[in-house]
């Protein structure tokens, strides 16, 4: 590991033990690395989304039930959800996990592939920007750094890109809708990108590795500057060798490339390919990481049970 000198280390449930173990899997991590400040991430989202659950760490609501609550009560379904985004980043920063892959900004439009379903906060983006800047607030001041993803949106896609490639031929107009709640939370230190193609942007290649949607639209139109990170190289809506697909996710613009399945041949064929971490991506790794904050003291008892009488985490 110390030969192809990792940025950071990404768990999955398959990793996750008990709280102990996490602690030991995390320091032994950066031992290896020899960097205290490596960064452990993770997808902890809530509802189906969640890898450190039962019986150790409580379960939290999908995105989708602070939104039910936001038509009725906007500024009462924003602070919850930043409670329960500054409750699980205690669970994370508890064990040593110092970033999580939320939240999900993606727009579901009708007939769209369950695979974000009630992972959105909802299918207005002022509604989504509101409730993800909350549960975005709730990550950082638990000691977390969030992710937004999928940039420049996964809600359109009618096919789920774990398993094939999505096509989105939605007019240019249509997608400045899908692109507003990253523009609004566009200061967040990190993204992740979409294994989405858009016809309108560029018919041949999806977000991850295409030049043109990361430069015009992603760092252009959206106005993102922060830390952009490819989601999972792994999944089967890319094609090629692990090794091409991470060449093509490096050259269009990604900063930091995922492989997340645990195949360590695949892993070493991504290290093979990727450029070290260097000029402007270095020094977007560096200011993402500079804005973590330890957690403020707080009863986290009163918290808990006002989070769970006021909104029950049974989803």
Not at 281 to 300: G, H, K, S
């Amino acid at each position: 590991m110390a030969e192809t000198r990792p940025w950071g280390l990404i768990l999955f449930r398959r990793n996750v033990d008990t709280p102990d173990q996490l602690r030991a899997l995390a320091a032994s991590f950066r031992a290896a690395v020899g960097r205290a400040d490596a960064p452990v991430l993770v997808d902890q989202e809530g509802g189906r989304v969640q890898r450190l659950t039962q019986p150790h760490w409580p379960r939290y609501p999908a995105a989708a039930r602070f939104a039910a609550l936001h038509a009725a009560d906007p500024a009462g379904a924003a602070r919850l959800a930043r409670l329960g985004g500054e409750l699980l980043a205690r669970d994370l920063s508890d064990c040593g996990i110092t970033v999580d892959c939320a939240p999900v900004l993606d727009l579901p439009v009708p007939g769209s592939s369950p695979v974000v379903g009630d992972r959105a906060f909802g299918g207005e983006p002022g509604t989504v920007a509101a409730l993800a800047r909350a549960f975005a607030d709730g990550l950082a001041a638990g000691g977390v750094l969030p992710v937004m993803k999928h940039v420049p949106g996964h809600g359109r896609a009618a096919v789920d890109s774990h398993h094939e490639l999505p096509v989105v031929t939605a007019e240019r107009s249509a997608l400045a809708r899908d692109f507003a709640p990253f523009r609004a939370l566009a200061d967040l230190p990190m993204a992740m990108t979409a294994h989405v193609v858009f016809t309108a942007l560029d018919p041949d290649r999806p977000a991850t590795t295409s030049p043109s949607v990361i430069r015009d639209i992603v760092r252009g139109e959206i106005g993102f500057d922060g830390l952009l990170l490819s989601d999972d190289l792994s999944m089967q809506a890319l094609r090629g060798t692990l090794g091409e697909r991470a060449a093509a996710a490096a050259a269009a613009g990604c900063d930091i490339l995922l492989h997340c399945n645990g195949i360590m041949e695949e892993a070493r064929a991504v290290a093979a390919a990727a450029p070290a971490l260097a000029g402007r991506a270095a020094e977007r790794a560096d200011a993402a990481l500079a804005r973590r904050t330890a957690p403020a003291p707080r009863d986290l008892v009163a918290d808990r049970a006002a989070f769970a009488a006021a909104f029950p985490v049974t989803a």
